[in-house]
């Protein structure tokens, strides 16, 4: 996916293939691997936060977190609304910030949205 500003790209957010978790790499402009996310193996919210760890781009030390955040039992039940926290190093560059904060957006959409077509508004 890319991350754009003002038309032009400041940041892209890739895949990789994995059998079991969630695996992303965020890259920079020039498409080189500045952060990796990894997800668990169940993205299930039950009774729980639900934790993302923003990695070091080898992959070896954990940097920061993107959290879908448990909201209680009747607002997860009845409610559409999620709400994430997400903590990186303060001094990241703002396009990669931005660029973490549309793989937040993209991580609530390939995993806690619901996937059936609703029409009733």
Known sequence: MEVTASGAPIGYIE???????????????KRETVLKIEGPIITCSCFGNVDFQVLSADGQTQVGKISKQWSGLARELF?????FGIQFPIDLSVEVKATLLAANFLIDFMYFEDSHNNNNN
Not at 15 to 29: G, M, V
Not at 79 to 83: Q, Y
């Open 79 to 83: 409610t559409d609304a999620d709400n």
């Open 15 to 29: 895949q990789e293939w994995s059998l079991c978790t969630p695996l992303f790499r965020i890259l920079n402009a």
